[in-house]
């Protein structure tokens, strides 16, 4: 009886860490796709395929503010080895670096959101922000 127990609570127990596995992934994911979407038309106007829109921008870069901050946490070891993640191991194998593209994308997204009045300072501003989604790309994410 106190070995069936057991194992149902181990099972259970198994079970449950890998939801919150899964869980995380998710939610990365989410926060991922969340700027992707906000990328295409700011992309769009500094290449002057779209015309400048001051609101889109700022929200834009409050989505890269608000999920640069949380992303780092949605990281944990017991992820790495998640099934359909584009997650590279060199996230964990340099942890201090990836939470470090993190926190530059986050200042300077919030200095951009200050800084940016119209599209001069718009032009300006964004690339340095833009470029953090290069530096983490480019290191810690599956080639597609």
Do not use: Y
């Not at 700011?42 to 400048?52: T, Y």
């Amino acid at each position: 009886m106190k070995r069936t127990i057991l194992l149902a609570s181990l099972l259970t127990l198994g079970v449950t860490a890998a939801i919150a596995q899964g869980d995380v992934v998710e939610q990365r994911q989410n926060l991922m796709k969340q700027m992707g979407a906000q990328t295409r038309p700011i992309g769009g106007m500094l290449r002057g395929q779209e015309p400048f829109d001051l609101a889109k921008v700022q929200a834009g870069l409050k989505v890269f503010a608000d999920n640069s901050e949380k992303a780092a946490s949605l990281f944990p070891e017991n992820s790495k080895d998640a099934p359909k993640t584009e997650a590279l191991p060199s996230i964990w194998e340099n942890k201090t670096k990836f939470e470090g593209i993190l926190t530059k994308f986050n200042q300077d997204a919030k200095t951009a959101m200050a800084s940016i009045k119209d599209e001069a300072t718009f032009k300006t501003e964004m690339p340095k922000v833009m470029q953090n989604c290069g530096a983490c790309h480019n290191d810690f994410r599956k080639k597609s």
